[in-house]
């Protein structure tokens, strides 16, 4: 099996962790984690970016020398990655010895290329960034576009390197690796970036000392990107000869290695144009894929130390669990594009998804097999028709996350393996099993209730990756050991299954107990996040409206109503877990709509003649759930699913994309 080694960058220590470097390694994490469950050797590195005059400043102005403050920082982040599971197999610091005699051999390899000169330069440098900026780059007063501070302007003796030979090369590689870059719309950036011509770079500094000495020329220190980005093989412990540095051979030299970074898409140029133009010039292998991933904001608001926003992810899991952090954070932001931290989102993501959705199915299961089978898992040789349908249903998650995992789309996984999730829980709508406890029917309930269980196996090995510590305790629930993957045995669930039958259920603790509304404000207040702004007076916001344009509206039929008025209808989001035909209508089906209460509620809609009944499951539609319940044709309905239009044009009111079941509308 083809070798894996991914890499987080290196972080700047000049600051602590926060949120954002905790998605960049989390991210890492479940994509290592997954090629282990699919047998694959791995290797995860992440660690610290130690050097430059951001960090010698930043330790000056605290009055401290650049070692002892690197040496000082270096255990938040160890502690943060450690608790949050994240299980790298190395941490490499630039400041360590293994790193720099080898940096200083790659650049010596770049030198004895006759890719470096040395010059003298005069230009704008970001600190913030740790790089010169192209003068069209800037804003007015040369302020640095991403720190919005001025730029200082630099001039010195350094070493070049000839970056613009590389253009047409690079150019060629990527015509040639057209995944290089993911995503797509970054590979293009990066480019049509080179193709716009590439200026040498100057890969040394003489007005500061905190660096690696450039070999043979110590005045000099070198570029501390050019540093940080040979950690990559450094770490590996090369460059090396074959057979001298058995991981470098492995997991770097092996053209078999799949070698991906996961970069923020602030760092993608200098991973996707820089770094392979530095191994070209020192005659290394590159790097198989640069992942760039999107820029995570914090409740709407970029983070930053001024506002009050900047989010240290240890507390954070320890009041939500660290499981459920990750999960959320793989969920809410579709891998590549930019996405927001929110902590409403992330209580309605638990309650909808993981409270009513995963627990919940276990929750529904397990009291049937305590109570009916003294705990013993049946075996299910008699599949039926929904049986079947389950089992398959199983499959396609499997092949479908498996995929996405493959093409670095966790979010999409996770939203294949949650529609298992839904389906088995529809399931279980559809056989009702309490009805078969009751009426003592043991053959049905025996197949309902390992059809579901066979489906959590299925679910805690393909959410493992994202839920390591909830998956082991799922797995124990229906007697399952914890995964331990191992290399050249994939455990993905493709097929066979997992046996289950003969094993025994242990209930234990709810895995995910629900969020009611008084431990949302608890936690939130723990986390010292502001309570929403309170409304303005109800009925003040739309008087000021009509005040502008009082000519332009005339008074609808039936007159206004209140804003109270509006007010009092309880608009929100429900999935439709099932639906069925009402006999004797040809107009109402029976739905049943998760609306994130502890059961799912009966509503009847007059949509037959519109919709066939499988084409309502899984949909997101808007539901009035304070309307009073009245009785048709026997059945109790209570609430109201929105439609709008009729004839041809009549279409159910929905929501695109995850948004939780029981969101208010507004
Ligand atoms: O750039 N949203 O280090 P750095 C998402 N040392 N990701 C974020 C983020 C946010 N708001 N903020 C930070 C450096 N990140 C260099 C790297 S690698 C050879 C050298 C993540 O501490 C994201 O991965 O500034 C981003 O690329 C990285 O942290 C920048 O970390």
């Not at 048709?632 to 009111?653: E, I, K, N, P, R």
Request: hydrophobic share 40%; net charge negative; charged share 25%.
């Amino acid at each position: 099996m083809k070798p894996f080694y991914i890499t987080t960058p290196i972080y700047y220590v000049n600051d602590r962790p926060h949120i954002g470097h905790a998605y960049s390694t989390i991210a890492t994490d479940v994509l290592t984690r997954f090629a282990k469950v699919r047998g694959r050797p791995t290797r995860f590195l992440t660690g610290l970016d130690e050097h430059g005059l951001k960090i010698e400043r930043r330790a000056r102005e605290l009055g401290k020398e650049p070692q002892a403050f690197v040496d000082e920082m270096a255990t938040p982040f160890q502690e943060a990655w450690k608790a949050l599971n994240c299980q790298h197999d190395d941490f490499i610091r630039t400041t360590e010895p293994r790193h720099k005699e080898r940096a200083q051999a790659i650049f010596q390899r770049m030198v004895e290329a006759g890719d470096v000169y040395e010059g003298e330069y005069e230009d704008w440098y970001c600190v913030g960034c740790e790089s010169f900026k192209l003068e069209r780059e800037l804003l007015e007063g040369n302020v640095c576009p991403d720190h919005k501070k001025p730029c200082e302007r630099i001039k010195e003796k350094s070493y070049f390197f000839r970056l613009s030979k590389y253009g047409p090369k690079l150019l060629e590689f990527y015509e040639a690796h057209p995944h290089f870059v993911a995503p797509q719309g970054r590979y293009n950036e990066v480019k049509s970036f080179v193709a716009e011509g590439l200026r040498d770079l100057s890969i040394s500094r003489t007005s500061f000392k905190w660096g690696i000495p450039v070999p043979g020329a110590p005045e000099h220190v070198m570029y501390v990107w050019l540093d940080a980005l040979t950690n990559y093989v450094t770490a590996l412990g090369g460059p090396a000869e074959p057979g001298e540095a058995p991981l470098y051979d492995r997991f770097w030299a092996n053209p078999e290695s799949q070698v991906v970074h996961i970069v923020g898409k602030d760092i993608l140029r200098f991973h996707a144009v820089y770094w392979p133009a530095f191994l070209m010039s020192a005659g290394l292998r590159l790097p198989s894929q640069i992942q760039a991933h999107g820029w995570l904001t914090i409740n709407g608001e970029k983070m930053s130390k001024s506002l009050g926003n900047f989010l240290p992810p240890v507390p954070l899991a320890e009041a939500v669990g660290v499981d459920v952090l990750r999960y959320y954070l793989m969920r809410e932001v579709g891998f590549g594009y930019d996405g927001d931290f929110s902590h409403k989102n992330l209580v309605a993501r638990y309650n909808g998804e993981l409270a009513n959705g995963l627990g919940n199915l276990l929750n529904r299961i397990l009291p049937f097999v305590e109570k009916h089978f003294g705990g013993v898992i049946q075996p299910l040789d008699e599949p039926g028709e929904l049986e079947i349908e389950l089992r398959e249903a199983a499959r396609k998650a499997a092949f479908e996350a498996n995929r996405h995992l493959e093409e670095v789309l966790p979010h999409r996984a996770l939203d294949a393996i949650w529609e298992l999730v839904a389906f088995a829980n529809r399931y279980v709508d559809r056989t009702e099993p309490w009805k078969l406890s009751k009426n003592g029917d043991e053959r049905a309930l025996a197949r309902c209730t390992t059809a579901i269980i066979e489906a959590l196996a299925a679910v805690s090995v393909m959410a493992w990756p994202f839920m390591p510590g909830k998956c082991d305790l799922l797995r124990a629930q229906i007697g399952l050991p914890p995964l331990e993957p191992e290399e050249g045995a994939c455990m993905w669930p493709f097929e066979p299954r997992e046996t289950v039958a003969g094993k025994k259920v242990v209930k234990g603790e709810a895995l995910f107990p629900r969020i009611d509304a008084k431990a949302e404000a608890a936690l939130l207040e723990k986390l010292g996040v502001k309570p929403a702004e309170p409304a303005a007076p109800k009925d003040e916001a739309p008087k000021a409206k009509l005040a502008d344009e009082p000519s332009k509206l005339a008074e609808p039929e039936g007159g206004y109503i209140t804003f109270d008025d509006f007010a009092k209808v309880d608009l929100r989001l429900g999935l439709v877990l099932s639906a069925e035909p009402v006999p004797k209508s040809d107009k109402l089906l029976r739905l049943k709509v998760d609306l994130g209460e502890a059961e799912p509620r009966q509503i009847l809609a007059g949509i037959r003649q519109r919709y066939a009944p499988e084409a309502m499951v899984g949909r997101r539609v808007v539901v009035v759930a304070n309307l009073a319940p009245r009785k048709l044709l026997g059945f109790t309905s209570q609430g109201m699913v929105l439609a709008v239009g009729d004839g041809d044009a009549f279409s159910v009111l929905g929501v695109e994309g995850e948004i939780a079941p029981g969101s208010r509308v507004s």
